[in-house]
C-alpha cells in the first residue's frame, strides 16, 4: 500500500521548479554561445526531466486526494528522468568541448541507472568547469554538494517506498539538492554566465 500525503506530493514539486529555474538561467545565459543542436539537445533534455518530475509529482498529489492511481506518471519517470540527464549532459558538454553526439534508447534498469550518473556527471561536471572559471568557488562547491546528494537519491531508488518516511527522507534529500544546484547556477548567472568566453 503507497503512502503518500498531499503535503508530501505538494513538496515533491519544489525539486522539480528549482531544476527547471536552473535550467532555464542556464539556458538563457548560453543561449548565444552555444550551438543550436547544442542548446536544444539540452533544452530537450533538461525539458525530459522536469516533464518527468512533475508527472510524478502529479501522480503522488492526485493518489493522495483519492482521485485515482495512475501508474503510467509513476513509471515513466526512471526511464524518461534517465534519458533526459543524459541529454542535458551531452548538451553542455558539446558546448563545452564543441562536439559530442545525442544518444538515445530504452534500456535496462541498470543501464538507466549509468545513463543517469554519467548525464549528471557530465552536467555538473561542466557546471564545475564554468564555475571555476569564473572563480566562483561557492558556486563549485554547491554544485558538487548537489551531484552527491542526486546520487543519493540514486541508493534511495533501491528502497522500500512503500512506507511514508522514505519518502520524506528522499523529498528533503532531493529538495536541498536542486536547491543547492539553483543557488549554484543563480552566483554564475549574477557573476556574469552570460558573458564568460571559454
Known sequence: ??????????????????????AVTIGRDLKERMSKAAWLTFMSGTGMVTAAGFLKA?????????????????????????????LAGIGLMMYILKKGNRAYGFLPTMALV???????????AGLCFLASRMKKRNALVCIIVSFFLALSMG??????????????????????GEALLYTGVSI?????LKDLSL
Open 58 to 86: 502529479t501522480y503522488k498529489l492526485l493518489y493522495a486526494l483519492g482521485v485515482g492511481d495512475f501508474a503510467w506518471m509513476s513509471d515513466q519517470f526512471f526511464s524518461n528522468q534517465s534519458l533526459g540527464f543524459l
Open 155 to 176: 541508493y534511495l531508488s533501491t528502497k522500500d517506498f512503500s512506507q511514508a518516511y522514505m519518502n520524506w527522507i528522499a523529498q528533503l534529500i532531493n529538495v536541498i
Open 1 to 22: 500500500m503507497k503512502e503518500f500525503s498531499i503535503p508530501m506530493a505538494l513538496v515533491d514539486y519544489i525539486p522539480v521548479i528549482l531544476f527547471e529555474l536552473s
Open 114 to 124: 549509468g545513463i543517469m550518473v554519467v548525464g549528471l556527471g557530465a552536467m555538473d
Open 188 to 192: 554564475m548567472h549574477k557573476a556574469g
